[in-house]
């Protein structure tokens, strides 16, 4: 898959993590451990093993209601510069397209609209990104850094702004 990057211009580079990163190095390598386990990311590396540059992006630890800790690759760091930057709003693989998830109102409209007692059932889609590849001619733009090793996605991870329409 294309991650959709259209800019002619490399992506800034950084090797610093967010604070939340840094503050919880267990979370990320949890996630790094994971990931790896799943074929996912590539690393740990010393130096990039690509041919071209490898783009490092930090991460950082945002948590759900329920307090669970998810790492995000922040993609869209830093503004001006970043992969999401290159990436539309508007099209993907040259198509137009609009993607809107659904929120509560669409589920309270589904409920009135069906009735008491109608049955809805929720499925947790966070991992079907983590699912599909990057062309490997994208790699060298989805690195990250943690305790001096180099890693690189080969799935689209979360915060890619093209992963949902991948999806």
């Not at 002619?8 to 840094?22: D, E, F, Q, Y």
Request: proline share 7%.
């Amino acid at each position: 898959m294309v991650i959709g990057y259209t800019s002619l211009a490399t992506p800034a580079s950084t090797h610093a993590n967010h604070g939340s990163a840094v503050a919880a190095t267990d979370v990320v390598q949890a996630y790094l451990d994971k990931e790896w386990n799943l074929g996912s990311l590539c690393g740990p590396f010393n130096t990039s093993r690509l041919i071209k540059d490898l783009v490092i992006f930090p991460t950082q630890i945002v948590y759900s209601r329920s307090e669970k800790p998810w790492v995000v690759v922040d993609l869209s760091f830093p503004i001006g510069s970043s992969v999401n930057d290159g990436i539309p709003k508007d099209t993907y693989l040259g198509e137009p397209c609009t993607l809107r998830l659904p929120g509560i109102d669409a589920f309270v409209d589904t409920i009135r609209q069906l009735g008491a007692g109608c049955w809805l059932f929720k499925k947790d889609s966070s991992c079907a990104y983590r699912q599909l590849r990057i062309d490997p001619g994208d790699y060298h733009l989805l690195g990250l850094q943690h305790h001096n090793n180099l890693y690189f996605d080969i799935a689209p991870p979360f915060g890619l702004r093209s992963a949902a329409m991948m999806c």
